[in-house]
T-cell receptor, first 114, second 115 residues
């Protein structure tokens, strides 16, 4: 069982370049999430998709866009990368968008922007 | 607004010693609480969760946590730490209201294990 798969695992970009981070889950989950993790900051929610066809902003959405391509896939796009977006990005999914549902995480994409 | 505080940024324990990682939350009602572990280079893995009922919950890898409403705490414990437990640990609370379904994470506690 793959669970939540993120691609790529590592990426280096130059300031101003664009990039799409891919996430796919094979658990038939309805809800998907994008977080960024920075040292000493824990995980901060960027965007989420409570169900197929919906997306909503999280705590730190500026500079990002998302697409819920279908039930399995949820992508995160950086239109014009900035050094402040250097981070580790995690995708997660859960059965339903409810407070009592644990989330399942991918292994992350480590992104450096020069 | 809800919040989660993990007071200890970094803890070092000797292998075989007991462990307690602290977590305090701010929430108006009975919270949904979670502990996750992140090994180096990996994603987060759920250790255990508390929803209601018995305030002592058991998780994977020999971990347990106790919910104490009076102290707004949900501390993680393990009687005897193994070297493989070296990782970062995150406490989280389930959101409510407009953020229902979102998890609010603490900033994490990094655990180092001395041989």
């Amino acid at each position: 069982n793959a669970g939540v798969t993120q691609t790529p695992k590592f990426q280096v970009l130059k300031t101003g370049q664009s990039m799409t981070l891919q996430c796919a889950q094979d658990m038939n989950h309805n809800s998907m999430y994008w977080y960024r993790q920075d040292p000493g900051m824990g995980l901060r929610l960027i965007y989420y998709s409570a169900s197929e066809g919906t997306t909503d902003k999280g705590e730190v959405p500026n500079g990002y866009n998302v697409s819920r391509l279908n039930k399995r896939e949820f992508s995160l796009r950086l239109e014009s990368a900035a050094p402040s977006q250097t981070s580790v990005y995690f995708c997660a999914s859960t059965i339903r968008h409810l407070s009592n549902q644990p989330q399942h995480f991918g292994d992350g994409t480590r992104l450096s922007i020069l | 607004a809800q919040s989660v505080t993990q007071p200890d940024i970094h803890i070092t324990v000797s292998e075989g010693a007991s462990l307690e990682l602290r977590c305090n939350y701010s929430y108006g009602a009975t919270p949904y609480l979670f502990w996750y572990v992140q090994s180096p280079g990996q994603g987060l893995q759920l250790l255990l969760k508390y929803f209601s009922g018995d305030t002592l919950v058991q998780g994977i890898k020999g971990f347990e946590a106790e919910f104490k409403r009076s102290q707004s705490s949900f501390n993680l414990r393990k009687p005897s730490v193994h070297w493989s437990d070296a990782a970062e640990y995150f406490c989280a609370v389930g959101g409510y209201g407009g953020s229902q379904g979102n998890l609010i994470f603490g900033k994490g506690t990094k655990l180092s294990v001395k041989p």
